[in-house]
Nanobody, 123 residues
């Protein structure tokens, strides 16, 4: 099991940028792919981005392609989500999680969710 703690959320104007971090405990962090999801009140968590264990492969939701970049530093046990050109519709609580299943986009393929960090984009 891995414990995950997200940080870096906040309030930003449309067009601005934020970088989220997800710090992981445990020696096996580098063995797992990781993902970011987001959730708005009353709705299910939606896939945002994922990265393979070594960082060579990345995956993005269509809604964030070209604006968000996922990366990881296994020496620091941390995965990042750089968010540029933010839009009001990006407002959500953002979660990171460890990928344990074969899929990429479904939250059921992930485990060890963090507590989330709020991102609010004002228009």
């Amino acid at each position: 099991q891995v414990q995950l703690v997200e940080s870096g959320g906040g309030l930003v104007q449309a067009g601005g940028s934020l970088r989220l971090s997800c710090a992981a405990s445990g020696r096996t962090f580098s063995s797992y792919a990781m993902g970011w999801f987001r959730q708005t009140p009353g709705k299910e968590r939606k896939f945002v981005a994922a990265i393979s264990w070594g960082g060579a492969a990345t995956y993005y939701a269509d809604s964030v392609k070209g604006r968000f970049t996922i990366s990881r530093d296994n020496a620091k046990n941390t995965v990042y989500l750089q968010m540029n050109s933010l839009k009001p519709e990006d407002t959500a609580v953002y979660y990171c999680a460890r990928k344990v299943g074969v899929g990429v986009h479904n939250e059921n393929d992930y485990d060890d969710w963090g507590q989330g960090t709020q991102v609010t984009v004002s228009s």
